[in-house]
């Protein structure tokens, strides 16, 4: 067989693949651009509506919260005002019942002596 003269002008795979890099004649520009910089609105996040958020959001648990504890709190110092109140209330009550009925028996007393002893 017959073959063909080696061309020097092509190269071959092993000196395709192992060989220098080429760098380009004419400089390639890239085939995307790059992104034109974002506004900032829209880079930054809005603070301002993510503290009223974030504000709203623990207001809301922190009153849940505090709902209970002042019906709590409440409760408390009524039960201890109205046990007060009774214990004192109770002795006054005591009082006027004690004089009150130590009126009715000197009263029933003097009564039935006035029945027993009629006046001279």
Do not use: C
């Not at 651009?33 to 648990?61: N, Y």
């Not at 201890?80 to 028996?105: C, K, P, Y």
């Amino acid at each position: 067989m017959n073959q063909p003269p080696f061309d020097q002008g092509i190269p071959l795979l092993t000196e395709v693949l192992l060989g220098p890099e080429i760098a380009p004649a004419i400089p390639v520009e890239p085939a995307v651009a790059a992104p034109p910089a974002l506004p900032p609105a829209v880079a930054q996040p809005d603070w301002d509506a993510i503290e009223q958020r974030l504000t709203q959001r623990i207001l809301h648990q922190v009153q849940g919260k505090i709902d209970h504890l002042l019906e709590e709190r409440i409760a408390h110092v009524l039960q201890t005002a109205l046990q007060n109140a009774l214990i004192g209330m109770r002795g006054a009550l005591r009082e006027d019942l004690q004089q009150s009925l130590e009126q009715i028996v000197a009263h029933a007393v003097s009564h039935e002596l006035g029945h027993l002893h009629p006046p001279a």
